[in-house]
């Protein structure tokens, strides 16, 4: 796994535990820390996170060399 897909799936899974957040206790995490969910910073956050996701995607089909027998 390369450095940029593990960074993608490290901020696919923070998004995910903050609509969890969302959810669960009606805490936006994001809104919180950058003053409120449309400030600039945080839009900024919820895009990077939204393109995180979007380059999760070709995880799913990634085929894993190491996961794959070699038939001799």
Known sequence: MTVMNKVA???TIIGALNWG???LFQFDLVAWISG???TAL???IYT???LAGIWCIALLFDRD???V???A
Request: hydrophobic letters at 50%; zero cysteines; proline letters at 0%.
């Open 9 to 11: 799936l490290i901020i």
């Open 65 to 67: 060399e190491s996961m």
């Open 48 to 50: 990077v996170v939204a």
């Open 42 to 44: 945080a839009r900024i």
């Open 21 to 23: 957040s969302i959810g």
């Open 36 to 38: 409120g969910a449309s």
């Open 69 to 71: 027998e070699h038939k």
